[in-house]
């Protein structure tokens, strides 16, 4: 198990900038991330939309050439050997993928065929896929008229039809119900259980905390931490209490009132609430409650709670993911 | 698919069953001699076929947009061969349409030699090769098929015009003569209607086929360097 030692993908300082006409701002939309994802992991990368994370995703993917930067992918250089690289990873977009006009049966015969399969070995993979993946209800029906979790099985297993080293996911439960998400998070880590290292993106807290081995959080196209969910949520310190303030005024008096107490680690605003992040919360919480009272600070909600990842996001940005991150 | 390529003959078969008429009663000059007004138009007909592969782009561009192309790019293929392969698909359709239009002419009285018309197919195909490539990479550019519409619109009329398809060059004015050398189709129109004629070693057979195959080169050239520079 020594080679479990080399990272399976390492980036550094990887950048792209898209060049505009004259008179337009070029975009760049990553300005180097440098990075390392170990095998048989699931990475996420977390981050708001727009943060670049598709850019990264798509020059790893040897789809765009990097602006500047190196990358080695499944032990290839990213620049000299994009040709070695695709022959072992998949890539599952966010749009999928799948022809839309045909069926899925068609769809993974195709895939198997792309990476060199022969057309009996193709249908033989394909077959395989329709088991494992839980297809055979929908497999020769058009895939136009599958649902959203039906769909996004089939993307899954055309990105692992060719059995790649490691597969790249970008943002792959945008849009799903509660139980296919639930569902789809059980085949990744089947997948990942096979063997099978994977980068996905999402902008989901909750899908980064419970599905994901190790995190890099990216915001306007570079990497503000990265770690385990725990290591991150711990390097917070502690909870969080939320104070919910309407007036502007009173919260600003809320936060010069608090950041005075020893017991207060950090203390943020964002959007007409207070974040006070403290050890033993459930100590102090009355301590706080009295102290805005004494002062006549008024406000509308209070809460405890466990530190986030979000919390994670609006220290290292000042911004919370929660309330930027949808749209 | 089939309905596609019923509909992408209609225009040429339009054509030659309300316009060629037309032209029988005003014939009878040096340029548009009685007796070879079918074999002076099918030719033109046919380059009109290859040049309506503009429109190929409006079934790529879904394509685009469902991924699937960014899905062949991740692939082990070349970007030349993702690409021969959408155009030879496009070229099977086309050379079809052009085997269909070639039995209707002969019903019409179209006299031409196999080789001549078998050559002529072979310039027809590089015409294809070319415009599908162009509406590939209009439609990589725009993403959108409104975008294509209106660029597929703005190109084609000039063309048409500038190539002599519906009445031969010779006759226009000097500016007009002039301005229509500088159009690629123009060669290939006048090309396919020698080999038609039987007249294989007019300068015009070789320029033509040496128009087309530049065009068709730098066309999928473009065409893959858009692929190249395609995020999805």
Redesign the interface.
Known sequence: MSAKDTPILITKNLQKTFFMKKGKDDVRAVKGVSLEVQKGQIFGFLGPNGAGKT?TL?ML?????PTSGQATVVGFDLLKDP?KI??H???V????????MTDALQNLIL?AR???ASKSEAEKRAKELIEQFEISEFATRKVISYSGGQRRRLDLA?GVAHKPQLIFLDEPTTGLDPQSRAHFWDEIRKIRDDGVTIFLTTHYLDEADNLCDYLAIIDNGTVVAEGTPKHLKDQIGGESIVIGIENSKDLEKGKELLVKEKFVNKIYTNENKLYVYVKEGEKLLADVLRLMDNKKVSFQTIGLSKPSLDDVFLQKTGRSLREGGES | MPLWIILGMMQPILYLLLYMPLLKNIGGTSVLPVGQIVQIFVPGMLVIMGVSCLFAGFSFIPEIRTGFITRLLVAPISRYSLLLGYILEQCCSLLLQAIVLLVISLLLGLKAGVLGVALSLILIILIGTTMTALSYVISITTRNEDGLASMVNTLYLPIMLLSGIMLPISLAPDWLKTAAHFNPFYYAVEAARALFAGNFSEAIVWQGFLVMIAAAAFAVYLAAKSLRKMSA
């Open positions: 850019t798509q993917t040897t789809v765009l050439a040709k695709r022959q990873i998949g890539y977009s966010q749009a999928g993928g799948a022809d839309g895939q792309l990476y060199g055309l």
